[in-house]
């Protein structure tokens, strides 16, 4: 295996952990803001969901996309053709438009705008799993050739 290939998997499979993890938790944290009536528990809440995004979520994602672009840089014309990569791609793409949704979600809760109930945040932590599963498939399974 590769030196650099291996420390940039290594790196990706990390960054993707805390990532999908920081997403997910952020989701529920934002539920139960939706739902406290008391203004302490909702600005301690807020206080948590920040640090998550910015200690946890957004570090793993800066560290997953820049060492998938390492990894796609070791064999870039394998990675071009196939068409399980191009699937990853735009779910990856559609994960960072979830983490922005969530985000601004987040930040209109911290300002008292929050206008999602405790359904739609679920809904979001549920379509931010099925994307990330769809993600694993084209991955380990590369249902499209390898």
Do not use: C
């Not at 997403?23 to 203004?39: E, F, K, Q, V, Y």
């Not at 359904?119 to 399974?141: E, K, P, R, Y």
Request: charged share 10%; aromatic share 10%.
């Amino acid at each position: 295996m590769n030196t650099l290939w291996g420390w940039a998997l290594v790196f990706h499979i990390l960054g993707i952990v805390f990532w999908m993890g920081g997403l997910l938790i952020s989701t529920h944290l934002l539920g139960a803001m939706a739902t406290t009536s008391s203004d302490e528990a909702r600005q301690a809440l807020g206080r948590l969901v920040g640090k998550v995004f910015n200690g946890i979520a957004h570090p793993g994602a800066i560290i997953t996309i820049l060492a998938g672009v390492v990894l796609f840089s070791t064999n870039p014309q394998y990675y071009l053709e196939a068409t399980w990569m191009h699937i990853k791609l735009l779910l990856v793409a559609v994960l960072v438009g979830l983490d922005v949704a969530t985000y601004v979600m987040f930040r209109a809760a911290r300002a008292g705008r929050m206008k999602a109930g405790r359904g739609a945040l679920m809904a979001l932590h549920a379509v931010t799993s099925l994307v990330f599963l769809g993600v694993l498939i084209m991955v380990i399974i590369k249902p499209f050739g390898s």
